[in-house]
């Protein structure tokens, strides 16, 4: 079983960056798509962005629109840890930030469907304030 664990999240002025940390066992990095997610409550999980590690080696992103120019997903194999910078952060960017990792295959056609990952974090609070 994988566990994943955030961290990061607080509180910031409209304009701010955050980044988030998602700490990793059991998964390795070529095996699995790893996602971020966000919610607030009352609203669907939507998917913020996700990454794979090609065969050769390098990363493979993905974007939702509205993050896509502000936030970077990114990860390292070394700490097992997968980040999230946020930049130019919004007040509707407030949510329940969480990490999750579904099968490799996932990153490729469903990384923004929260049903299609099978393991996740507890989360972590941002809040954006204007």
């Known amino acids: 079983q994988v566990q994943l664990v955030e961290s990061g999240g607080g509180s910031v002025q409209a304009g701010g960056s955050l980044r988030l940390s998602c700490a990793h066992s059991?998964?390795?990095?070529?095996?699995?798509?790893f996602g971020w997610f966000r919610q607030d409550p009352g609203k669907e999980r939507e998917g913020v962005a996700a990454i794979y590690t090609h065969y050769t080696g390098a990363n493979v992103t993905y974007y939702a629109d509205s993050m896509k120019g502000r936030f970077t997903i990114s990860q390292d194999n070394a700490k097992n840890t997968l980040y999230l910078q946020m930049n130019s952060l919004k007040p509707e960017d407030t949510a329940m930030y969480y990490c999750?990792?579904?099968?490799?295959?996932?990153?490729?056609?469903?990384?923004?469907?929260?049903?299609?990952?099978?393991?996740w974090g507890q989360g972590t609070q941002v809040t954006v304030s204007s």
């Open positions: 059991g998964p390795e990095y070529t095996s699995y798509c």
């Open positions: 999750a990792a579904a099968p490799l295959r996932v990153c490729g056609t469903d990384w923004y469907l929260s049903r299609a990952f099978t393991y």
